[in-house]
């Protein structure tokens, strides 16, 4: 999971996107299929408090440098 949203987080980067439009492009429903399942609940929950925090620490270690 980790490493899909560090290299679509870091391509989004070098496209030149913000974090808001990468949040949108990126894609890892085959990671949340397989963590979440089926469930409304779990999918959610990944979708609200997985994605959106690692893009954001992603963008904010790149600032960094």
Same mark, same amino acid.
């Given at each position: 999971?980790? &490493?899909?949203?560090?290299? %679509?987080? #870091? !391509? *989004?980067? !070098?496209?030149?996107?913000?974090?808001? %439009? *990468?949040?949108?492009?990126?894609? +890892? #429903? #085959?990671? &949340?299929? $397989?963590? $979440?399942?089926?469930?409304? +609940?779990?999918?959610?929950?990944?979708?609200? @408090? +997985?994605? =959106? =925090? *690692? +893009?954001? *620490?992603? @963008?904010?270690?790149? $600032?960094?440098?």
């Amino acid at each position: 999971l980790l &490493r899909v949203l560090k290299t %679509q987080t #870091d !391509a *989004a980067i !070098a496209r030149g996107e913000t974090e808001d %439009q *990468a949040l949108k492009s990126i894609n +890892v #429903d #085959d990671v &949340r299929s $397989a963590m $979440a399942g089926t469930s409304p +609940v779990l999918n959610m929950l990944f979708r609200n @408090y +997985v994605v =959106p =925090p *690692a +893009v954001a *620490a992603i @963008y904010r270690e790149k $600032a960094a440098k």
